[in-house]
């Protein structure tokens, strides 16, 4: 089969280097993506008078039949004729002869390659925003379950202030609604068409850009040719909201496998969502939550691959630019895989109240309480400070906690101590004074929940 593109070279290439060259083993999954701007550009080159109307309507009607059998598995891809683009464009003139190579009038494989990123991208980004949905709906009704579940909040990892389990889950609700939002963001800066911009140069036909931009669903149209064919920031925007969102979906999958160890108890992941040992029988790994931590360094690689890729390439178009599509594709296909995973492994996990409740009785975490105890009754702070700080050695020197020492014992290290100081460092009423806006108290927890879940309901998410 003599290349579509190789009418200036005289030796055709072996097949060592077409192996080397081509893309179609991982660009065909845009295959509908390339048959759809395809019959875009035929219909306004037939519009326009650029080629015969009859014959546009001929290309359109074959390259709708040539998706239907992609579609129902009846074609098979040709490795020498390189990528998607050649292989439909080959199809098309094998089906309906010379009409067929009328088609690429106008156009150049840069643009039509930086189009079709744009709407697979399009697409994935619109799914994966679905599955976030999923996951904020996911947190916000454990949140609701989990508002009075007191559980030691963490600094360094050492216990530092109780909260609520609600509170902390509330507290990646934020991290995945930024996600959301970022990708939201991007969406505008891919919803841009190149198509018009031919190589580089764009072209001396009379093509009606706008017109193809209105079918495709693009809001607007690229300003410069040259950036047009070459700009590959999308990409690596793309890549990196998607490495954000792993990062914090990693973050969570280890306190999943902290969680739940012998040493916390915190958790139980459900058996689905877990495995055993091949040595030790009695063996329940979190290997669910260890794959997505793993999978995150992952998606970090294909962000920096791009990156590395891009940094030296002059104007326009370089064959370098081949390389964008297996890593954003491998991201996306690896953050589709981890979103549901996730979501249903926090769903169906067990919840240990009781296990929570206990460790947030150690460390001495009602221990500022105290401090602000003081600091209410007159006592400047550093010195209120200084004074549980006293009281907690004496605790652990003791081997009591603060809720057990008597008021005298209290009023040994200050005289300004009073009963009312065992109201204010028992936990529960430790987190429910937190009124400030962000804190964990059940009032303003009640307040978000109900804002998430009218959040949730909006524009924003859909």
């Not at 190149?194 to 072209?203: N, Q, R």
């Not at 001396?204 to 950036?227: H, K, P």
């Not at 007159?378 to 907690?392: C, K, L, T, Y």
């Amino acid at each position: 089969m003599k290349k579509l593109s190789n009418g200036r070279l005289s030796v055709e290439a072996d097949s060592f280097t077409d192996h080397f060259h081509s893309s179609i083993s991982f660009d065909s999954r845009m295959y509908k993506e390339d048959i759809t701007g395809s019959i875009a550009h035929a219909r306004m080159l037939g519009r326009q008078g650029i080629i015969p109307l009859k014959d546009s309507i001929v290309i359109i009607s074959a390259l709708e039949e040539i998706l239907k059998d992609i579609e129902s598995g009846k074609i098979t891809f040709d490795e020498k004729a390189e990528d998607i683009h050649m292989n439909v464009e080959t199809i098309l003139t094998e089906r309906i002869g010379d009409i067929g190579k009328k088609l690429h009038t106008g156009r150049s494989r840069n643009d039509q390659v930086a189009l079709d990123i744009r709407m697979y991208l399009k697409n994935q980004v619109t799914d994966i925003r679905e599955l976030i949905y999923k996951l904020l709906e996911t947190l916000n009704n454990i949140a609701k379950e989990h508002m009075e579940t007191i559980m030691p909040g963490f600094t360094h990892l050492q216990n530092a202030q109780p909260v609520t389990f609600a509170h902390h889950v509330l507290s990646y609700f934020e991290m995945f609604s930024r996600d959301s939002d970022r990708l939201a963001d991007c969406y505008k800066r891919i919803n841009v068409m190149p198509f018009g911009s031919g190589a580089l140069a764009a072209t001396t036909y009379n093509l009606d850009r706008e017109a193809v931009c209105n079918e495709l669903g693009f809001d607007s149209i690229t300003r410069n040719s040259m950036d047009g064919v070459s700009d590959r920031d999308f990409v690596c925007e793309v890549l990196f909201c998607l490495s954000l969102l792993m990062m914090h979906l990693s973050r969570f999958c280890e306190e999943l496998v902290l969680w739940s160890s012998q040493q916390f108890k915190f958790i139980e992941i459900s058996d689905a969502y877990a495995t055993g040992s091949s040595i030790m029988p009695q063996k329940k790994n979190p290997d669910m939550a260890e794959l997505i931590r793993g999978k995150t360094g992952r998606v970090y690689g294909e962000l920096i691959a791009l990156l590395t890729t891009l940094k030296g390439l002059p104007l326009a178009y370089n064959k370098d630019m081949q390389e964008d599509k297996e890593g954003v594709f491998d991201a996306v296909d690896t953050v589709k895989m981890c979103l549901p995973v996730f979501t249903n492994m926090i769903a169906t996990m067990t919840i240990n109240k009781e296990d929570m409740l206990a460790s947030a009785r150690l460390g001495f975490m009602n221990a500022t309480d105290g401090a602000d105890w003081l600091v209410k009754h007159g006592v400047p702070f550093r010195d209120a400070h200084s004074i549980m700080g006293e009281i907690v050695m004496y605790c652990i020197e003791k081997g009591k906690t603060l809720e057990e020492l008597s008021l005298d014992e209290y009023k040994s290290f200050s005289p300004v101590f009073g009963e009312s100081i065992y109201d204010d460092i028992d936990l529960k009423s430790c987190v429910n004074r937190r009124t400030v806006k962000g804190g964990p108290s059940k009032e303003y927890i009640d307040r978000v929940i109900a804002e998430n879940d009218e959040l949730l309901k909006g524009e924003r998410f859909l």
